[in-house]
């Protein structure tokens, strides 16, 4: 039964019934409704439990600034934490539950926090959880159970979510008389428009009111400006959809609520769409948020905004009372009064004015409501449901209260302490507030972009004023995007004479603020008066520094509701004035985003792109497991017969050392560098001296960056007097082409050099062993592949079974090995030709992890494994590459005074004392177990394996001064406490004099 | 997010952009002749000011180009951007 419905009105379609379920029971709604309207109509006051006191708590307001109402919606992976109910549409079977109040609403266990509410005040949480430091691990599982909002839902998101890129001349944020003025203006004089409101359909406070337009009731209005814009061709028309950031130059981003308004899952298509729009001119017309007031109790169910109250009863046709006090400083609410009447609800309206309204008072009169004019609500009566209030005399001018014990029965109290302008997108923007004396409120001064606040939300607030605001933006906005204005007609609407609003930041109690009954500034988090009273006694000035004292302003409301009523109680107890204590900084976003938004659709497959190389189907269908290196996808090894890892590398390991090996290198960066200049070019990037290459020859080659740390490696060969072709480590492809383009770009342009990436041009495989050039010679080569003719370090133009390839003599495993370079259309071909004609000699592919470790025998590094970038070559014991007959980039460097410290990490090798233990990569290394902790660290592990060939455990470490330490034993410091010795030895551990590759 | 005139390719969005830090910084004719402190002040110090800042930006997914550009650290707007040959004239736009 919907108790609480009205018998008609309201633009909600009685023909629709929605079920739905709140905290496991069944209620029924209409469609049109929201969440928190439909929980009115079935008198359901109790909604939530407070953040820190657990006080039971009521809806509030009717938009995105509704404090108490948070909601979870929906069930497993669809489900949204932290939804305001009063922006949840109904749909049938909606399912929602108060992400407050345990085990029960009415029965909350923490409410006990309540009754000692006196501990619980400003910073508790700080002052009692900060010692002893080591049980915040225990304090911190107490406070997110009984703090925390929603629960995120613990499998993927099976919905679709997407970003659009959107350009126009006018973007128009809200959709209210205002906004849609500016929408109409810029429309009709030709500009490109978007205008996006969040609700689900146009009209802003329209919607909420009685109001007409014109002669006609509002809404008539609406329709027929949103069917303009609708059939002008330069208007898109964004409904559902909240402008939520404003960032630089006009960017700026809108959430689209594409489904959620039909059911927990998008049913077909996308659920939410990000907008990102950049606009030329952008006009703000979001209305403003009607202000609490701040008395004893304040937060009791039942006590709500008096615009929520007219929301209700004019949108929705609910009325969540049977007998209503209004509670005003100003004439807005007088309007609520009239409504609450018209509905049949008896009215009292309590307001601190001794004048009381202008023209709204004389009708409330005529209408025979009950104005007591010169009072105040002193306290609110009744825990769960407001069951009355008392009222006092107050007298303005001296502000002196004058304690009367009339109580009203009530079960609704509406109040409205004033108007704030939702100056958030503007402030976002980098624009400044102002405060208006008269209208007791910030409203927009200066604007940082391109933009033009219109209506309430730049302080205007009768509908007059914000029709020919809205103009007045739109003629603006479309004047600076060089548009002829074309007119438009000011409506005709009805305005009365106001009375001016009179100040009453926080009511008068009959004890003093410490001591009475709370006064509520922050629903959402229990920010009361005498919190900020507490937190400005001890000390704090800086209303950034109260706010996080006393949370006031945090949550997913952000204060619309209760900051300004925040501030100027701060700054009556500094003795400030508000402008002086000014407000906190206004960030995106304004209404909480899903992360799905954010997302869009760079998830699962989409989230990072994959790069195959051209064998990558062959690798596949030999069952290689797969490694991700940047974006790369390479094999990681080769598995045969249910091996594992370590089985599957020492089968490889030993067959490249003793036979024949083949990998994949086709991820290996390649430049071709060419051009008059490219000699000198090089000589200035690389270490060693590059002129000094042979045609035809290669050399390893390192480039540091300017602080002299090595940044890549490389083999590089000269192709020909002015033509090199370099490699670049997988990783550093990328990032070596823009270093090389930087320092031609920037700092020698005068040098004629041309740079061209082919790394995905070209393919590479490497054939490492013994057996390497039978293998090559099976094949089909044209050239004589023995070392008088083609030694090592030499790279030579080929034919080989037929196809044209590029041979380089140089090796990665410090075997007798060859690295062929052909076009990648051809590459897989080539790898399959290999095998065959490996087959004699049971040729043997292998993957990264076999690369790894006949490397890490060699005592060669990997780029970003064995280095950080704190590491010179210094470091690493490559002094000979290091020319002293030529400057280099990062050469200073090397001579700067860290960089010659005697204690510097450097790289060795190093053996486990037991011959046994792999210790893991990342380890620490220590001098002495045995000294008090914490143990001084002097290096740490940076490559380790298993080495099939050696028969031992090999690792390759940076430590401190390791260079002239050979043979000390440290020690490795393992989880568990586990100690291992360690013995420092050269990082070469196979063929150190490099006579198996020379052959 | 930044919109930023490449002096190539016209108005784009920032992403597609590399910030290449503040512009003019030369490397030094010879390095050796300096002294630690020499080199670390090109190598390490910028001048971060507030206000009018000239820096480097390239136009990593577009046209590769590096080119300069005037913005306000405080404001953000950007006065001008121009082709590092024009770096001396004020023809930019
Ligand atoms: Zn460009």
Redesign the interface.
């Known amino acids: 039964m919907q108790l609480d419905r009205l018998k008609t009105g309201g633009r909600i379609d009685r023909t629709r019934p929605l079920n739905f379920r709140f905290n496991g029971k069944t209620y029924s709604g209409f469609a049109g409704d929201t969440l928190a309207s439909a929980l009115l109509a079935n008198d359901v006051a109790l909604v939530s439990r407070s953040f820190k006191l657990h006080r039971p708590r009521g809806i509030v307001g009717a938009g995105a600034e509704e404090p108490n109402a948070i909601v979870q919606v929906g069930t497993g992976a669809s489900t949204l934490p932290n939804m305001r109910a009063t922006q949840v549409e109904l749909y049938d079977g909606l399912e929602a539950r108060s992400t407050k109040g345990w085990p029960n609403l009415r029965f909350d266990l923490a409410a006990l926090n309540d009754r000692f509410s006196k501990v619980f005040g400003a910073g508790f949480y700080y002052k009692t959880f900060m010692r002893p430091k080591a049980f915040w691990k225990y304090y911190e599982r107490f406070i997110r159970a009984s703090a925390g909002f929603g629960i995120a839902p613990t499998e993927p998101d099976p919905d679709s979510y997407e970003h659009r890129n959107a350009h126009c001349d006018v973007l128009v944020a809200g959709g209210g008389p205002a906004g849609l003025m500016a929408a109409l203006v810029a429309a009709r004089s030709g500009a490109r428009v978007i205008i996006a409101d969040e609700q689900n359909e146009f009209g802003g406070s329209l919607l909420s009111g009685s109001e007409s337009i014109d002669g006609k009731p509002a809404a008539e209005w609406v329709n027929a400006v949103i069917a303009e814009l609708r059939d002008r061709g330069n208007v898109t028309v964004l409904t559902r959809s909240t402008v939520f950031g404003y960032?630089?130059?006009?960017?700026i981003a809108v959430a689209e609520h594409c489904s959620d308004h039909k059911g927990e899952r998008a049913a077909d298509g996308v659920r939410e769409r990000l907008w990102r729009v950049?606009a030329d001119q952008v006009v703000l017309a979001q209305g403003a948020f009607e202000r609490p007031l701040v008395f004893c109790n304040n937060d009791r169910p039942g006590v709500m905004t008096a615009s929520a109250v007219s929301t209700y009863i004019n949108r929705y046709g609910v009325c969540p009372g049977k007998r209503a006090v209004v509670f005003t400083n100003n004439d807005s609410a007088y309007r609520t009064a009239l409504d609450l009447n018209n509905a049949g609800i008896p009215v009292v309206v309590v307001d601190c004015r001794k004048s009381g309204a202008g023209s709204l008072g004389a009708t409330a009169d005529a209408a025979g409501i009950t104005v007591l004019r010169g009072h105040i609500v002193s306290d609110v009566i009744g825990r769960h449901r407001v069951s009355g209030i008392r009222i006092a005399r107050w007298d303005g001018d001296t502000q002196s209260t004058f304690d009367s014990t009339i109580r009203i029965d009530c079960d609704l109290l509406a109040m409205s302490g004033g108007w704030s302008p939702a100056v958030h997108l503007h402030s976002q923007s980098?624009g400044t507030n102002a405060w208006d004396e008269t209208r007791h409120c910030f409203v927009p001064a200066e604007s940082?972009q391109a933009n033009v606040s219109a209506g309430a939300c730049n302080g205007h607030w009768s509908l007059k004023a914000c029709l020919q605001d809205g103009i007045d933006a739109g003629a603006e906005v479309a004047a600076r995007c060089g548009l002829r204005t074309m007119p438009v007609e000011l409506p005709v609407t009805t305005e009365g004479t106001d009375n001016p609003m009179q100040a009453l930041w926080r009511v008068p109690a009959s004890k003093d603020p410490d001591r009475c009954p709370k006064q509520f500034i922050d629903y959402q988090n229990d920010t009361s008066v005498a919190d900020v009273r507490l937190a400005a006694r001890e000390g704090y000035r800086n209303v950034e520094h109260v706010k996080r004292y006393t949370a006031l302003g945090f949550g997913t409301d952000q204060g619309k509701l209760g900051n300004i009523n925040g501030m100027a109680i701060l700054a009556e107890c500094l003795g400030k004035t508000i402008p002086e204590v000014g407000t906190t900084t206004f960030r995106p976003v304004y209404t909480p985003v899903t992360f799905g938004l954010g997302a869009g659709e760079n998830v699962g497959e989409l989230f990072d792109p994959i790069r195959k190389t051209a064998i990558h189907e062959r690798h596949q269908a030999a069952g290689s497991p797969f490694e991700v290196v940047g974006q790369w996808h390479r094999p990681w090894y080769f598995p045969q017969g249910g091996e594992d890892l370590h089985a599957a590398v020492a089968r490889e390991c030993l067959a490249t050392r003793n036979s024949v090996g083949m990998m994949d290198a086709s991820t290996l960066g390649k430049i071709d560098a060419r051009g008059p200049d490219v000699v000198e070019f090089l000589e200035r990037i690389y270490t060693h001296d590059v002129g000094r290459m042979k045609v035809g020859r290669c050399a390893y080659g390192i480039m540091l960056r300017?602080?002299g740390m090595l940044m890549d490696d490389g083999v590089m060969a000269r192709l020909g007097e002015h033509q090199y072709y370099l490699t670049t480590t997988t990783g550093g492809a990328a990032n070596v082409l823009?270093w090389l383009?930087?320092w031609l770009?920037?700092?020698w342009?005068e040098l004629k050099v041309y740079l061209t990436s082919l790394t995905d041009s070209f393919s590479t495989i490497a054939v490492a062993g013994p057996k390497s050039r039978d293998v090559l010679q099976n094949a089909g080569c044209s050239i004589d592949l023995g070392k008088e003719n083609f030694s090592f370090m030499s790279v030579q133009q080929a034919v080989l079974a037929g196809f044209p390839v590029q041979l380089f003599r140089v090796s990665f495993s410090g075997e007798l090995a060859f690295e062929i370079n052909i076009d990648s259309a051809y590459a897989s071909q080539m790898w399959q030709i290999l095998m065959e004609s490996g087959k004699e000699f049971d040729i043997t592919p292998y993957g990264t992890e076999t690369m790894h470790v006949l490397r890490a025998e060699k005592g060669f590094v990997i780029v970003g494994q064995d280095t950080d970038g704190s590491v010179t070559p210094v470091d690493l014991g490559m002094n000979w590459l290091l020319s002293k007959n030529k400057?280099f980039l990062g050469?200073?460097?090397l001579s700067?005074?860290d960089c010659v410290r005697d204690d510097r990490k450097q790289l060795v090798g190093l053996l486990s004392v037991d011959g046994s233990t792999v210790v893991p990569e990342g380890t620490q290394l220590i001098e002495d177990p045995g000294a008090p902790k914490p143990v001084p660290m002097c290096g740490h592990v940076t490559s380790s394996y298993f080495s099939a060939t050696l028969g031992h455990p090999i690792a390759m470490a940076l430590v401190s001064a390791g260079h002239r330490r050979k043979d000390e034993t440290i020690y490795a410091y393992l989880a568990d406490n586990l100690v291992v010795p360690v013995t420092i030895v050269s990082p070469v551990f196979y063929d150190a004099k490099g006579a198996r590759q020379n052959v | 997010m930044f919109l930023i005139q490449c002096p190539w390719c016209g108005n784009r969005a920032e992403t597609e952009y590399r910030y290449g830090g503040e512009a003019g910084i030369s490397r030094p004719k010879d390095p050796d002749a300096l002294s630690d402190a020499e080199w670390s002040d090109y190598l390490f110090y910028r001048s971060n000011p507030r206000g009018a800042h000239k820096e480097l930006w390239n136009h990593a997914q577009g046209c590769r180009r590096w080119f300069e550009v005037e913005r306000d650290t405080v404001s953000y707007k950007i006065a001008r951007s121009y082709k590092l040959a024009d770096r001396n004239s004020e023809s930019g736009s």
């Open positions: 960032y630089d130059h006009n960017f950049r980098g940082a300017e602080d823009n383009e930087t770009q920037t700092e342009p400057d050469k200073r460097s700067r005074q």
